[in-house]
């Protein structure tokens, strides 16, 4: 195969799980007979997809589903229970020592800066830890970095809490920037801003693509924003892909059951005056996750096959969409 086309990033089969250990009471009072177990959250499962250079990919669903901690994941801030994440063939988890290039913008740009340290420090921190730049030219980095985020070269001398919510944005932006990195993972990274100042940072963020030659994963609970941005999008729903596609094929024609709900909410001036109905019931617990397809408890179109057989996410005929539906399958 040509060196061209192989994809950038890959998801191969990823399934994350975290597991609630009892603690010492709680294992004393089951062996008395009490009904305590671990519990395991299935935050991820199995999910596969890929992301070529250069593209900007947008990953959607509801809160819960799994797309920050599948985010973390490809990231490397948490390694995979199984299957693996390579970036440009190799392990992401596994570059220990290396210089990052994944790096994440967090939705919480405040929660995520240390508030006793200045702004110039945090982002020369990881540039020093890995060689990129020496101490003596640290100073003249960061206003290097601070610029290309649209900030002034004093604000370094600033804390966290002096700035505002989209400079903080920016500065996170920045800190990310810092390691030269191929891959960043944006993880609700507007969703915390005013309307005008996410136009702001959305737009920062496609020159950067363009100027620096990015790819980014987007991730986002805002239809609009990723339509806007994004070149493909990967639906997700209670840790599985159900569909994903080219941006205009699915939100003109959206083939899952659960995507056509969710892009039926999207207030769009065609439909005025239409009374929006959200999608019925309420997303099952990560917990204890419903057999067969995760999305047959709320779909008005499941059948007894639904409820027992997990649909396999497959190529639609005659288009560049993949979708996992049993409904979907060609007729034999």
Wanted: proline share 8%; charged share 20%.
């Amino acid at each position: 195969m040509n060196e061209t086309f192989k994809p950038l990033l890959e998801v191969r089969e990823v399934s994350r799980r975290f597991v609630r250990r009892l603690d010492l009471i709680e294992r004393l009072a089951a062996r008395l007979g009490a009904p305590l177990r671990e519990q395991t959250v299935h935050a991820v499962d199995r999910v596969s997809f890929s992301v070529h250079a250069g593209e900007v990919v947008g990953l959607v669903g509801e809160s819960g589903c799994g797309k920050s901690t599948l985010g973390r994941v490809i990231a490397g801030l948490h390694p995979p229970s199984d299957g693996e994440v390579l970036l440009e063939g190799e392990p992401v988890h596994l570059r220990a020592g290396q210089r990052p290039a994944v790096q994440m913008i967090f939705q919480d740009p405040f929660a995520s800066l240390n508030p006793r340290m200045r702004v110039g420090e945090a982002i020369a921190q990881a540039p020093l830890a890995h060689g990129l730049v020496e101490r003596s030219h640290a100073e003249a980095y960061v206003t290097r970095m601070l610029q290309q985020v649209g900030l002034a070269p004093d604000m370094a001398k600033r804390y966290p809490h002096q700035f505002s919510g989209g400079q903080r944005a920016r500065i996170g932006i920045a800190r990310a920037l810092a390691v030269q990195p191929r891959f960043l993972v944006c993880d609700e990274a507007v969703a915390a801003l005013d309307v005008s100042i996410q136009a702001q940072v959305i737009n920062l963020l496609m020159d950067l693509r363009r100027e620096l030659g990015l790819t980014l994963l987007f991730i986002s609970h805002d239809l609009g924003v990723i339509r806007h941005v994004c070149d493909r999008v990967v639906v997700m729903y209670l840790g599985r892909v159900v569909e994903t596609g080219p941006i205009e094929a699915i939100y003109s024609a959206p083939q899952h059951p659960y995507t056509q709900a969710l892009l039926a909410e999207v207030p769009r001036l065609d439909r005025r005056g239409q009374r929006y109905q959200p999608i019925r019931g309420e997303i099952p617990s990560p917990l204890n996750p419903p057999t067969g397809c995760h999305f047959h408890p709320r779909c008005p179109h499941a059948t007894a096959r639904c409820a027992s057989e997990v649909p396999i996410l497959r190529d639609l005929t005659g288009t560049e969409v993949r979708a996992a539906c049993h409904l979907l399958e060609p007729t034999r």
